[in-house]
């Protein structure tokens, strides 16, 4: 009796070109929206080509929709960034909205605390670094206890968010006192607020006017981000070993990878992006912090 050869057959290539892989984004993304058409038309009866025009002109109809969709760009794309060292290791990080809470927690109680104190450059960057530890280390405990005792990475990572978000909402219920919500941090000042000047003020009146700083400095920092990770996963020790621990943890060990030692610093650097994040949500965006911060 043969065996019957199934109907499809679904293989991975080995290699891809740039030609293949742009043709395939792009028909998916062509085919997504004749599927939503489809629906739309199904489900409504009505003609739903003005429900697509809604979509547009809702992002791009003018300047300030037009940054406030490259600001959740921003946002989704350093998130997604943070995760892609993790998830090339099999790590499956489930945590990364704790991360960013924890990232944007120690930038707010810099801003909260050091406000007068210091120069505000200088509290810029010691938020920078409090938000960068803070994410990296609320990151590297599930990591420990998966290097140490094996456990559920994504039951684990998941349940940190539930942790961040009540020790978020500790700390904002001390800070705002008898308010009714702790609200913008520094209004008046604009301590620890991420802000660009050059000293020129042609250029410093050309940005504020036309450009949105608060949305171009996290969007550069995470595009010049993108091409180190490209490079640190594809050409450095470190990219090479986390992904010899992703395809087998036991060659991994035959060949003299330390395993725990990539995943605990795999996360710590996983867990210091969603830092960064939460400090872009604190110190550019939102300028306060609550317990729906990171969404």
Known sequence: MTKKEPLIRIVKRNHVTWKTKFFSYVGTLLGALVLSVLFLWIVSGKNPFPALGYIVLGSFENKIKIWSMLKELVLLLGIGLALVPAYKMRFWN??????????ALMASMCMIKLAGKVPNALLV???????ITGGALFAYIPAFFKSKWNTNETLFTLMMNY????VVTYF????????????TINPN?????????TGNKTID??????????????????IFLMILMHFYLKYFKHGYELTVVGDSISTA????INVGHVMRRTLFLSGAICGLIGFF???????????STSG
């Open 94 to 103: 489930i945590g990364a909205q704790g991360q960013v809470l924890m990232g």
């Open 172 to 183: 904002t219920d001390v800070w705002r006192g008898s308010k009714s919500s702790l609200g």
């Open 205 to 222: 009146t050309f940005t504020k006017t036309y450009m949105n700083q608060q949305v171009l400095i996290p969007m550069v920092v995470v």
């Open 125 to 131: 960057v010691i938020e920078l670094f409090a938000a």
């Open 281 to 291: 949500y604190v110190s550019c965006f939102d300028h306060t912090i609550s317990s």
């Open 189 to 197: 000042t604009e301590a620890g607020w991420l802000s660009f000047v």
């Open 253 to 256: 060990r035959y060949t003299g």
């Open 163 to 166: 942790i961040a978000v009540f």
